[in-house]
């Protein structure tokens, strides 16, 4: 069982918190390898031309998704500090993800697909946002480096047991399983629903367990209130709070390149024309690498300073990004997606940890929604630069090596936001 800083073992509530990331990283894991792959089975249905521009559509998708998110999210967020709104909330999100994650297996149209995982996108991106605010409510400053590396951390090898059943009738739909064959539309249902299920059933101790702790009490309607507090909180930032606005623009640039990564793993192999079994296997490992990276960097976070700890992490990406030029064959790619597992759960969890410790906690819904708007901002404009630039050149090589901008300057902000005030 794990222990914290101070040597304790986690909490139950801090256990059940840590338990959703095993959730949803289950959605995550399918949506960045299966789930593109069966959506350009789709397309082949749709003709010369839907084939042609799956690439770039799923790009464009991906980046109306982010867009969403970013748009509701801080308000949403706001209305979740007000007391006993952010559990309600959070399930509503949850419910609608895990519908639209079955409803995904089922659907037979490729434009149906993709206005479904928009939606589940949606459901899961805004769920993540009010799951992230929790964070204040269910641990200490002291605790919450260690605990969101946890939950990265534990969320990457968690999300391997559904995604092994989802791979074996995915292979078994390829005829890769010599006997045992299914179809590939009978697999994309199984891989669904086990998704949609591991993510639900781990959920329900934190369903069960989760209070607010820290809340506002609106004086008006809840609502009206939410927008006030949000316009008042976003002058207060641009004015007053400089660490809080260098941190999110640094976090605005380097996160733009690790959810670009993400989302468009499997489009970067596929364009390459690698084996598509392989780099799903090699992204299930890659799982694996991010489990035990996550752990270290957790440990890391006991001795040195966790904005030193971001830093490192940007670095590597700058490093994985600019490889991305070499890649030619599947090992080449594999060597990629583990440079990818080796700082992806520690840059997002420590990014997480330390904003968690320089905001109000009370408003930490609000902030994370801002947060969020910052983290798919940064998304959506990697995903456009990866469609625009894929369909200019030609090549996904070159689109995913002009990421390296953005780590850069995420790097030079947030060494700014580090020498303004140290946390």
Not at 15 to 28: C, E, H, I, K, Q
Request: proline share 2%.
């Amino acid at each position: 069982m794990a222990k914290n800083n101070d040597g304790s073992r986690l909490t139950a509530l801090e256990r059940a918190w840590v338990l959703y990331d095993v959730g949803n990283s289950a959605f995550t894991m399918i949506a960045c390898s299966l789930i593109p792959i069966w959506f350009k089975e789709l397309a082949k249905l749709g003709g010369e031309e839907a084939i042609a521009h799956a690439t770039s559509n799923w790009a464009y998708v991906t980046a109306i998704v982010t867009v969403i998110v970013a748009v509701i999210g801080p308000v949403c967020g706001t209305i979740t500090d007000n007391k006993g709104f952010k559990k309600p909330i959070f399930t509503t999100a949850l419910a609608i993800g895990l519908i639209c994650c079955i409803w995904l297996g089922f659907v037979k149209d490729w434009k149906m697909f993709l206005i479904v995982y928009i939606i589940a996108k949606v459901a899961y991106s805004s769920g993540n946002t009010f799951y992230d605010s929790m964070l204040t409510d269910v641990t200490t400053p002291e605790r919450s480096d260690r605990v969101s590396s946890y939950g990265y951390a534990w969320g990457y090898i968690g999300s391997c047991l559904p995604f092994t059943v989802a791979l074996v009738f995915f292979m078994a739909g390829e005829g890769m399983l010599g006997g045992f064959r299914v179809t590939q539309a009978t697999a994309r249902i199984v891989g669904c629903i086990a998704t949609a299920a591991w993510w639900l059933i781990v959920t329900l101790p934190l369903l069960k367990n989760y209070k607010q702790k820290y809340y506002v009490i609106p004086e008006k309607g809840a609502i009206k209130e939410a927008f006030i507090r949000l316009g008042a909180t976003l002058k207060r930032i641009a004015k007053e709070e400089k660490q809080i606005l260098y941190f999110l623009i640094a976090f605005f640039l380097y996160i733009d390149g690790v959810g670009t990564i993400i989302d468009n793993c499997i489009n970067i192999g596929t364009d390459l024309n690698l084996d598509t079994v392989g780099q799903v296997i090699f992204l299930l490992l890659t799982q694996v690498v991010a489990w035990l990276f996550s752990l270290l960097f957790s440990r890391l976070s006991k001795k040195y300073d966790t904005v030193t700890l971001i830093l490192v992490c940007i670095a590597g990406y700058f490093c994985v990004s600019f490889y991305a030029l070499f890649l030619r064959n599947l090992w080449q790619f594999a060597i990629m997606a583990f440079g990818v597992g080796m700082f992806q759960g520690s840059i997002q969890a420590l990014s997480r940890s330390y904003y968690s410790k320089i905001i109000p906690a009370e408003n930490a819904g609000e902030y994370f929604g801002l947060y969020d708007i910052f983290s798919k901002g940064a998304s959506c404009l990697g995903s456009l630069l990866i469609g625009i630039v894929k369909d200019t050149t030609g090549s996904i090589q070159i689109a995913v090596a002009t990421l390296t901008v953005f780590f850069a300057l995420g790097f030079i902000f947030l060494k700014k936001a580090a020498s303004i005030k140290k946390v």
